[in-house]
């Protein structure tokens, strides 16, 4: 199931998008978070639903919004997860490559999180280096505390595109990612969450990221260094992960701080994110809102 959260007629629902059109399910769950809750139960009452042939309405009609609106608590971030990023990253520093030995995390605000549409706001008062990161983003269903890697698959609910968009003047300025990782509209999530059983193998998804069209990143996700089952074990010990909660699990090589000479995001520029069995984010930058 391909499942979203979306405004029609000035009123949020959650669906799931079905060929062209999209089959309500607000009487399923009155929010992702509550349908996520809800389990293997929720997802077969959604399965009934659309099952009944439901009332589609085409899907260019409605407005999607993230699929989680609004978290439960922040999104959880991998840092440095593809060898050739970190490389990147070091070198562009002056300094030499080292390569993880235990996952880097990070968190992003919840405010942060925007649509697969919305814009990315621009204000350069802010920040003038704003940066691109497209990444997996992991849904975590069942709620778990010192999950074993071979049972860690089990606790995914399903996946999305997320763009871990960075401000790398505030990220470098401080000794913690997180100011320059959270500024409002820097997440981008969607275009929907693919459930777990549609996408059997997330480990081998090509990953892209587009600015204006031209290919600024292209790699995919058999190349993490952590990979998700370890992922999720790494973060679930003697932390509790809950239902709804959201994993960027790292970005490829290709990332504008890194490049010669550096690239940002300007406004008018159109950022796309691409994950191969998930969708598109197709975000535009403004100024000021
Ligand atoms: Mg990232």
Redesign the pocket.
């Known amino acids: 199931m391909k499942l979203i959260t979306y405004t029609q007629q000035g009123h949020v629902h959650i669906g799931a998008v079905q060929g062209d059109g999209v089959v309500d399910l607000t009487a399923v769950a009155p929010n992702m978070l509550t349908l996520i809750e809800m389990g293997a139960d929720g997802l077969a009452q959604a399965t009934a639903v659309l099952q009944a042939e439901g009332t589609a309405v085409p899907l260019h009609t409605v407005h999607l919004r993230a699929p989680i609106p609004i978290p439960r608590r922040n999104v959880m971030?991998?840092?440095l997860?593809y060898a050739a990023h970190a490389a990147e990253s070091y070198s562009a520093r002056g300094q030499a490559t080292v390569i993880p030995t235990a996952p880097i995390v990070f968190t992003k605000a919840t405010t942060a999180v925007s649509g697969p549409t919305d814009p990315i706001p621009y204000d350069p008062a802010i920040s003038t280096e704003i940066d691109w990161?497209a990444?997996l983003g992991v849904v975590i269903g069942l709620a778990g505390k010192n999950i074993p890697t071979a049972a860690a698959m089990q606790h995914v609910f399903g996946y999305m595109v997320i763009n871990?968009v960075?401000a790398r003047d505030l990220q470098m300025r401080g000794k913690q990612y997180f100011k320059g990782?959270s500024l409002d509209g820097h997440c981008p999530t969607g275009p929907w969450i693919v459930t777990r059983d549609e996408l059997p193998d997330p480990g081998n998804l090509r990953v892209t990221c587009r600015v204006n069209g031209v290919t600024k990143q292209d790699g995919t996700t058999s190349q993490m260094i952590f990979d998700i089952p370890a992922i999720i074990a790494y973060l679930s010990r003697g932390m509790t992960l809950l239902p709804g909660d959201i994993i960027?699990t790292?970005?490829p090589q290709g990332v504008g701080f890194a490049r010669t000479p550096p690239e940002f995001l300007r406004p008018g520029d159109v950022l796309e994110s691409e994950i191969e069995g998930i969708g598109v984010l197709r975000n535009p930058v403004n100024g000021n809102r």
């Open positions: 971030c991998l840092g997860n990161e990444e871990d960075s990782k960027a790292g970005t």
